[in-house]
């Protein structure tokens, strides 16, 4: 999982795929639709494309409190026209996915679906 986080697509190499006896059990809710494999469970690179800010999780977990530091200010806008997606989204990530046969991966990042999670 260490290795994963710090594996931005385009940039850190292949995805990393967690065995099924370390999953718990359970895909992530992405795990299917972007190519798990038979026999390897999904895979894993850097968490800002699906969990940007991993409150989610910390509550999921049972988490009583939880403390979000963002980077970006309260008032930024995330979706607007300004940031229709560019490089990194439409031609980076969506070739990394493709290459390794992560097409549901390859559309979520198309159609900014980080982004759509930040600004939520």
Same mark, same amino acid.
């Given at each position: ?54 409150? +989610? ?5 049972? #988490?009583?409190?939880?403390?979000? !530091? ?5 008032? *930024? /806008? ?20 493709? +290459? ?5 991966? #390859?559309?979520?990042?198309?159609? !900014? ?5 930040? *600004? /939520?």
């Amino acid at each position: 999982c260490m290795k994963a986080s710090m594996n931005v697509p385009g940039l850190a190499g292949p995805p990393q795929y967690l065995p099924p006896h370390q999953a718990g059990g359970t895909l992530h809710r992405l795990g299917e639709q972007w190519g798990a494999m038979s026999g390897r469970c999904e895979p894993l690179v850097d968490a800002l494309l699906y969990e940007p800010i991993p409150y +989610r999780q910390a509550v999921a977990d049972g #988490a009583t409190h939880v403390l979000v !530091l963002r980077t970006r200010a309260e008032d *930024a /806008e995330v979706l607007g026209e300004d940031n229709a997606g560019g490089v990194w989204e439409h031609h980076i990530c969506g070739n990394y996915f493709r +290459r390794y046969g992560l097409h549901g991966a #390859a559309n979520f990042m198309k159609q !900014l679906g980080d982004k759509r999670i930040y *600004a /939520e």
